[in-house]
């Protein structure tokens, strides 16, 4: 007879044989090596298992052989990822971009670029510091409006709101236009005497990094003006570790366009007019391509709408049907737990005391006795024994779901793809279309989420590698969701963030402590920064091809401010991108899935105090706000 134990370890090495074939599988992808690596996997003993389970892989391998994701190849999973964001932000081609990653540097050239100005200067930036670099900023920005130029700064309130007066006064004196955007305290009372709408609320900002110069060379990114960004070439701190990228060519329209839409945002309905013209753009192509619109797209689409409906329906009626199954059975538990509970009450009477004596067997009345012990051990017997079941299989299954987190979270045996090799595919790619360079933005004003959209959807179709660089990481539901299924389905996943010495604020790295068990189940690798500099670098570069560089934090408030971004599909820059991670990489520490089970009571309380104190914060400063896909909650994702 076989013991739980025995069946434990049998069910433990199926499921670890499976995912070792399962991992090999997606990561050689029906290469030669398939054979060598079956043939050497470890817990294959019989000969009638390997020849099993060779045949499943080969099987398996001629269905996705030279294909990576969805089986489809490189160039066409990318074309279509291009298609899909396109409809996001302005494109163009014959730009030159660079990014910078030594913040001295970047000003350096900011600040050259102010000194050569014959015509313009615009400057818009979240936080501008009254301390050297900022009053050197302010100085040249001064002279360039003495020069003749049309001189224009624009900071935030919320990241300056002591006020910037000293700081600004010459510049508003030399006739320079200054901008003081949404002063909180003139926002305060209209947002919580108006209805708490969310339209109103003082917590929107403008989170947007944006220089541009004579209309011919612009920069964005993450670095605000202050000491702390510059780097200590220029006289700053060094403070920070950012990433800046400077663009010369037709995008610095398009980032002229994002400028101007801080200062005036276009109505809501503006949105709802730019998703008819992208579908009026898709009906179009369709029609040059020579399909018929009403025939080929709008029936196939109302039928999948059909459907999908009947999916939905009959989704209800499996849960009604469960719901009506555990209703029974919590009534059938019921009735046994009475019968138990009956039988206990007559086993614990004294039956001895109550039967005279001088009784023969005759006159006892045993037979009904009998027959009502025998019908109570019978029920009670059942009941135990579906309870022993019950607990047998949730204990299966609760191993099973924690050995799957285990060798989701362990690293690969086999990892064909070096860290330092290009995805194949994205050299060739690179040279059969054109580098373009797209910007991007999201304001809660038009109800314009077109930066979580983009990462959204490269997420979602990455074809081998995501490499994400963040102070912090609390994506909203739908991001998270997408990251989460790449990672399960063979994508190089990594997030590099701050620790708890270089995150700012620190409690961020907290809240973000609080989601890594996701991540890590997933089989996500999380990198935690730990050099001498502060995480602020907005970075993301995908399958060695595609990069963006962005003033976008991952967490729930950037969805609510006003961002931008600048996306570049080119193979030099996201090679470039690439090597900057990897630096990263090389001073920070992964997080491991067995190590941060066993982190301290105190970590996890301080970890879900401030979760939970973000997600009160996000209900009172955006009380009417609404929005599935924009939602922050984590619940029932697994």
Partial sequence: MSTPGGKFRVTFQRLNLERILHSSLRNNAGSATGEAIINTCVGIKSAGASERFKGVYLALGDGVRGAYCNRLPFHVQWDRIQRNLNVLGRVSTGNTVVPYRDNGEAFRVMWKAVDEAK???????????????????????????????????????GGNITGRSRLIGNLKLSGATVIEHRPIFDHILPYLFGGMKWERSPAIRNHRKILIVDEKIGFCGGLNIGNEYCGKSQGGTGRFRDTHCSVVGPAVAHLREVYEDTKAPKPWKWSWTRWRKIASTAMDRHYKEGRNVADDILVPMTKSVQQRGKVYLQRQLVKAEEKKARFMKRIRWKRQREGLESYMRWYSKDVTKSIPQNLTPVDCDDAPRQSRESAEDKGASTAMKQRMEQYRVRAINKAKAA??????????????????????????YDKL?????????????TRDWSIPYAFWQVAQNAHRRLWVTTPYYLPHRKLLRSILCAARRGVDVRILSGSSRTTDPWFMWYASNYITEHLLAAGVRVYEYK??????????????????????????MSNKNMEVCLCHLSYAMAREMEGHFLDDMQVSIELKYDEYQRRSWWLRFT??????????????TFCTFRDADLSSKIYGLD
């Avoid at 979240?126 to 700064?153: F, N, Q, S």
């Avoid at 045996?413 to 194949?424: A, F, M």
């Avoid at 279309?433 to 004003?445: A, D, E, F, L």
């Fill in 119 to 157: 015509k313009s200067v615009f400057w818009q930036t979240y936080i501008c510091k009254d301390d050297r670099i900022g009053r050197v900023t302010v100085e040249k920005m001064e002279a360039a409006h003495r020069r003749g130029c049309t001189t224009e700064l624009l900071y935030d309130c």
């Fill in 403 to 428: 050995l799957e987190r285990r060798l989701h979270a362990k690293p690969l045996p086999i990892t064909p793809l070096k860290d330092t090799d290009p995805v194949p595919g994205a050299e060739a």
């Fill in 433 to 445: 279309r054109p580098n373009s360079t797209q910007i991007i933005s999201c304001n809660p004003h």
């Fill in 531 to 556: 050099g001498n500099q502060v995480m602020h670098a907005k970075t993301v570069v995908v399958d060695s091809i595609w990069c963006s560089v962005g003033s976008y934090n991952w967490d729930m």
């Fill in 607 to 620: 970890s879900w105090f401030f979760y939970v104190g973000l997600q009160i914060g996000e209900k009172l």
